[in-house]
C-alpha cells in the first residue's frame, strides 16, 4: 500500500488523554476502526478527520505516501 501512518496513532492517542476505554464510552470512533488502526491499516476519512480533531494535527501529520517499487517505475 502505497499510503501508511507516520506515527503510532494510538500512542498519540494515549498521550493526548484518549484511551481506549474512553474512546468506547465517548463513541468517538467505532470499535472496528480502532482495530484497523491498531493493524496500521488505512480507515475512512471520516475517522481521519476524527483523529485530526483528537490530535490538533492535519492529516499529513498522520499518513504519508511512500511510492511502491514497481518494474514500471524502473523504467
Avoid: F
Avoid at 1 to 18: C, P, S, V
Avoid at 52 to 64: A, H, K, M, S
Amino acid at each position: 500500500m502505497a499510503l501508511r501512518y507516520k506515527i503510532d496513532i494510538m500512542a498519540e492517542l494515549k498521550k493526548n488523554g484518549y484511551t481506549s476505554t474512553r474512546i468506547r464510552e465517548e463513541k468517538l470512533i467505532g470499535q472496528s476502526y480502532l482495530q484497523q488502526i491498531r493493524h496500521n491499516e488505512l480507515v475512512s476519512w471520516k475517522t481521519i478527520d476524527t483523529l485530526c480533531r483528537l490530535l490538533n494535527c492535519q492529516v499529513g501529520d498522520l499518513v504519508e505516501y511512500v511510492a511502491e517499487d514497481t518494474p514500471e517505475a524502473a523504467e
